[in-house]
């Protein structure tokens, strides 16, 4: 193994020619995770494991990472979507068909009782035309679905949120700052059910107490949300 820098700190290491990019967190256990689309491995462990610790477990795990490497890199691609009617998109956990409205008036976006989601736009938009449109209504509608959730926990927890901010997050569903009491949350929860956006503000929150995934830390979100597992499960078997 040969690496530029400490494992101390934040960087970017090399075993049997893959490049990995490590860093120390605040959890528990060594976390290796390999993500879309390139196959990019992500090693985090915790602030005190032993240097050797992490390179011992690292190499025992090498031909797993290989493995998974290869069978993400062999998955055929996720098509883009094009904004056409008749394409399928989640809300709130529910599929939605897509119905295009060309139309003079104001772009926007509307969802139906009958599980049609109606996107109204200029005649000859394109696709990237129309993505900005669906995508701030979904980050209008999230907006406005933190805002009572956000109040609601603030009050039941006594704390007080300085700023919420929504992100495009490709590996993460949420973050979160607790010095500067500031939340980070994905704009794709907006496809998810309620309970997975209530969840991750949650677990969130907990952070302001408890900045660690540590036993108090559990505790606090068996105390909250008994059933905080499944949300996480489901979530982390839907980001890319």
């Not at 999230?142 to 704390?159: K, T």
Request: charged content about 30%.
């Amino acid at each position: 193994m040969s690496h530029g820098k400490d494992l101390s700190a934040k960087s970017l290491w090399t075993l049997g020619g893959i490049t990995l990019q490590f860093e120390r967190r605040d959890i528990r256990n060594l976390r290796i995770g390999i993500y879309a689309p390139h196959g990019e491995v992500r090693v985090a462990a915790p602030r005190r494991m032993a240097e050797r610790t992490v390179r011992d477990f690292v190499i025992s795990r090498i031909g797993w990472i290989e493995r998974k490497r290869t069978e993400l890199r062999s998955r055929p691609a996720k098509p883009r979507a094009q904004l056409v009617s008749g394409e399928v998109h989640y809300v709130q956990g529910r599929a939605h068909t897509l119905v295009v409205v060309e139309t003079a008036g104001r772009p926007g976006v509307s969802c139906g009782a009958d599980d049609t989601l109606t996107l109204r736009i200029g005649a000859g938009s394109d696709p990237a035309a129309r993505l900005r449109v669906l995508t701030a209504w979904y980050r209008r509608e999230l907006s406005a679905q933190l805002g009572v959730l956000v109040s609601a926990w603030e009050a039941r927890l006594g704390v007080a949120v300085a700023e919420v901010r929504i992100r495009q997050m490709r590996t993460r569903w949420g973050s979160c700052n607790a010095r500067a009491r500031r939340i980070c949350l994905n704009l794709d929860l907006m496809r998810k059910p309620p309970r997975c956006l209530e969840y991750v503000l949650v677990h969130e929150l907990v952070h302001f107490f408890e900045r660690r995934h540590n036993l108090r830390f559990y505790r606090f979100m068996d105390e909250l949300l008994p059933a905080w597992r499944e949300c996480r499960g489901e979530l982390n078997r839907s980001i890319d």
